[in-house]
């Protein structure tokens, strides 16, 4: 029995020694020798594309396998560091300040854009843009020609980069007078992206700059508690005004939408493509390896009657995986971790052939949409805004819907983004970590990817009785002519289950003395009685402020729906006001100083703190407290550029 025993005993172990050891998540915290926490630190397992970047917070994850060796550390300024890879999941890594780095940095200065050169991060692993390995499957046709993406293009450590990152110029609104201009019209906006954007570069230790700072996004980052919708009308309206923050002798006005919010299952089936660029400048640890993690996270929400299709594109563009059931989830994710980086950028054939495939995959009631991964950098084929913005309006009519999803930065070209989003039916975020990929994939799953309506129009009319002026707050690209609103063939912004969207306008109240912009009197027709009108106005608290309408199609619709409100408008105290308004005005408070707005009037950072402290509510991702961070890390910044 003993012999039995002992024979087993050895078995066992024999079986522990030869059993593969099997992947591991490495986390840590990165500083520097002061010990200042690190954000935006790029994290590479040496030789591979597997990478991350560090949290506002300097915290890493990252997965390693078995015969991974070192992880290398890279920041901008700091000396490029090797660890080697123990049996401890917890590396912390103090960076030291590079002397030679930090003299590669050159700042120039043309009127309000700034380029400069950095140094990028570790290049040391392979780059090839190709699907890794072939693939053997039932179209091998369609994986033969690897040799269409692969590339010369293999930068050394330490390959210099020029900035070229594109945005969008912002001219900011000004007020209008209500006895001219009665009306407001825009489109809703449901992107995120100047958000998280703005937070890289803070993270980064850089003010942004002052086009990547569109207000309406930044707000609209964060949820608010606002009612759910209740009859036939996909979407509440919530309505709050109270005094301007940053201008004592104005009010500010709270305008939300909240979307009706589905379970997951009872969303309708999805048909996806997944567009991903994985061109030579998708190499860095914040775009390829941080998409592949981030497209992790959305094929495990997959269910089995949603159906993923995989489009990429470099010098040309090929399918690398056909339409694949969401229960086959192994062979998704094995398509997506043998993609590897290298070539130019068919942007322009990779939306041509990814519109292909979603129309042939095409579910009826169901949800269509294409996902596009990239950097923006298109620069082959189909390349100009207006190019690419024709093309796109063109196939959008066939009810495919589309997703933006940016990464990286140094050639990122925002303005770009925008487009395809706006013009695609779609929304747009910017992927700056792996948390930020949680947030769009899996605590915000269905506004990312299912539209509730579309074609969302707001117009609201200011009663001159209540408002002599009104200053809507960002919106700048999203501004209708007052006739669009009626005009069904008029395209507009759409909104996802459970999203909500806000506005804020800055109101002159009747009876102001405050002057504005006259315009001349008219030579054909007569603003005398106009000008009597205006001179007559006296406030009346007991009217209604304004009248909201809005109008929206149904995702399959092309015929729109009107909803009409009329409000009474009770000015509120500040301290009296919800969660939902403070938090936004300091958002937005926070933009006009970012921006350096004309508007910002007496706007201060100490305001903003106070403002989002005391609407911090129980903020349960933690997003709101995070804000706070960043306005403080702002401030620290200030004296770069002579910020107030």
Not at 224 to 250: L, M
Not at 339 to 362: H, M, P, R
Not at 541 to 569: C, F, H, W
Request: charged share 25%; net charge negative.
């Amino acid at each position: 029995m003993k012999a039995i025993i002992s024979i087993l005993t050895v078995l066992i172990f024999s079986a522990f020694s030869i059993a593969p050891e099997q992947s591991r998540i490495i986390n840590g915290i990165v500083k520097d020798e002061a010990g200042n926490l690190l954000p935006g630190v790029s994290v590479v397992v040496k030789g591979t594309s597997n990478g991350t970047v560090t949290d506002i917070n300097g915290a890493y994850q990252i997965p390693v396998n078995v015969n991974d060796k070192y992880l290398v550390f890279t920041y901008i300024g700091m000396e490029q560091k090797e660890v080697r890879i123990t049996k401890s999941n917890r590396i912390n890594v103090v960076l030291k300040t590079s002397r030679v780095a930090l003299e590669e940095i050159v700042f120039t200065e043309h009127e309000s854009k700034k380029s400069y050169l950095m140094t990028t991060a570790d290049m040391s692993a392979p780059v090839k843009g190709y699907v890794a390995g072939g693939r053997k499957g039932r179209h091998p046709g369609r994986y033969a020609k690897q040799s269409h993406y692969q590339s010369s293009y293999a930068p050394e450590a330490g390959y210099v980069q020029h900035n070229t990152e594109g945005y969008s110029t912002i001219h900011e609104n000004g007020f209008k007078d209500v006895t001219h201009n009665p009306l407001s019209t825009f489109s809703i906006d449901v992107d995120k992206a100047s958000y998280s954007n703005v937070r890289r570069f803070l993270n980064m230790g850089q003010l942004p700059p002052k086009d990547a700072v569109r207000i309406e996004e930044m707000i609209n980052y964060f949820n608010y508690d606002y009612p759910e919708p209740q009859g036939k009308h996909p979407f509440s309206v919530y309505t709050e005004i109270s005094r301007c923050p940053w201008n004592e002798s104005h009010q500010l006005l709270h305008v939300g939408l909240k979307g009706k919010s589905i379970d997951k299952s009872e969303l309708p089936a999805s048909n996806l493509v997944l567009l991903i660029d994985v061109s030579g400048s998708m190499s860095a640890a914040n775009k390829l390896p941080l998409l592949k993690q981030a497209f992790r996270m959305l094929v495990n929400e997959l269910r089995p009657e949603d159906r993923v299709a995989m489009v990429v594109y470099a010098g040309a563009a090929g399918l690398v995986l056909e339409s694949t059931p969401g229960s086959r989830k192994e062979e998704i994710i094995a398509a997506l971790d043998q993609l590897q980086s290298g070539g130019s950028t068919a942007g322009g054939a990779g939306l041509k052939l990814a519109y292909k495939v979603a129309q042939e995959n095409f579910i009826e009631e169901g949800n269509n949409r294409i996902i596009l991964a990239t950097d923006g950098d298109f620069n082959v084929g189909a390349s100009s805004n207006a190019e690419m913005e024709r093309m796109i309006e063109e196939k959008r009519e066939h009810g495919v819907f589309m997703t933006v999803l940016g990464f990286g930065m140094g050639n990122y070209k925002d303005d770009k983004m925008e487009i395809i989003a706006d013009k695609g039916n779609g929304n747009y975020a910017y992927i700056d970590n792996i948390q930020e990929a949680r947030k769009v994939f899996i605590t915000e799953f269905g506004g990312t990817l299912f539209t509730i309506a579309k074609d969302v129009k707001f117009q609201i009319e200011f009663n001159p009785a209540r408002v002599k002026g009104y200053r809507l707050v960002g919106y700048e690209n999203r501004l209708l002519n007052d006739e669009d609103f009626n005009d069904d063939k008029k395209d507009a912004g759409e909104m996802g289950a459970g999203h909500t969207v806000t506005a804020l306008y800055e109101v002159i109240p009747a009876g102001s003395d405050e002057s504005l912009k006259s315009i001349d009197p008219l030579k054909y027709q007569s603003s005398r009685e106009k000008q009597k009108a205006s001179a007559k106005v006296k406030a009346d608290l007991s009217a209604e402020l304004m009248t909201v309408k809005l109008r929206y199609k149904q995702p399959d619709g092309n015929t729109s729906t009107k909803v009409e409100i009329a409000v009474k408008g009770k000015v509120l105290e500040l301290d009296e006001t919800s969660d939902n308004f403070r938090f936004s005005a300091a958002i937005a408070e926070f933009g006009l100083i970012l921006r350096n707005s004309q508007y910002r009037e007496e706007a201060s950072i100490e305001q903003v703190i106070s403002l989002a402290k005391s609407a911090r509510g129980e903020d349960e991702e933690g997003y709101r407290s995070e804000f706070l961070k960043l306005v403080k890390l702002a401030d620290a910044l200030k004296d770069w550029t002579g910020t107030k």
